[in-house]
């Protein structure tokens, strides 16, 4: 069983702040994700990366296969920013069919 | 763009009672899951479907919990009788071709038994 862990738990910033939040995880996967929650409850896939780093707007997904390590970091952030981040890992085994596990979150408050 | 689309958003049951949470999945997308988060806690998988089956389950998945498509466009999670632990948020997502390709998720139906 695959464990997902995120660091910090809790994340506040200033505006303009550059933020990094870090996920590990126990067992080899073939895909790691970057999932966004917002405040009332929805989840919108920010990332799905298998190895190296992949950027779109201010965000910048990063992973360490041989680490088992990843990062999320967000540039100039924006009080926009300001929800849960939550890193999900997809097994290594051919009979995956995508089930997730996920990480416990990261709460981001982006103050103005 | 094209969404996943969950009803109802929020649904009060007493307990023992049997609820349906309905999914309209993304079109021409083959791969579906149920995924159920209780409050403060984190997601969990519950049941992937795929060609009118389930591939794969979670212990959650027990014989109280069922999925189907029963019309092609519609894919519905029930819980038969339900208990109180059973209050969580419950999302449904979906994608084209399975493994190692983004998910896309519903909104949610946060399921509150009395």
């Known amino acids: 069983k695959n464990e997902v862990e995120q660091s910090p738990q809790n994340l506040t910033a200033q505006e303009g702040e550059f933020i990094t939040i870090n996920c590990s995880y126990s067992?080899?996967?073939?895909?790691l994700h970057w999932l966004q929650q917002h405040p009332g409850g929805g989840i919108v896939s920010l990332f799905m990366?298998?190895?190296g780093k992949k950027k779109h707007g201010r965000l910048i997904a990063t992973i360490n296969i041989q680490e088992k390590h990843s990062s999320l970091h967000i540039t100039a952030s924006h009080p926009r920013d300001s929800a849960v981040y939550i890193c999900a890992v997809e097994s290594g085994f051919r009979t995956s069919y995508g089930k997730l596990t996920f990480g416990q979150g990261t709460i981001l408050t982006v103050h103005p | 763009e094209p969404e996943v689309t969950q009803t109802p958003s929020h649904q009060v049951t007493q307990m023992g009672q049997e609820v349906i949470l309905r999914c309209v999945p993304i079109s021409n997308h083959l791969y579906f899951y149920w995924y159920r988060q209780i409050l403060g806690q984190k997601v969990e998988f519950l049941v992937s479907f795929y060609n009118n089956e389930i591939s794969e389950k979670s212990e959650i998945f027990d014989d109280q919990f069922s999925v189907e498509r029963p019309d092609g466009s519609n894919f519905t999670l029930k819980i038969r009788s339900t208990k109180l632990e059973d209050s969580a948020m419950y999302f449904c997502a979906s994608n084209p071709m399975g493994g190692n390709q983004p998910q896309h998720f519903g909104d949610g139906t946060r399921l509150s038994i009395l």
């Open positions: 067992v080899g996967i073939s895909a």
């Open positions: 990366l298998s190895s």
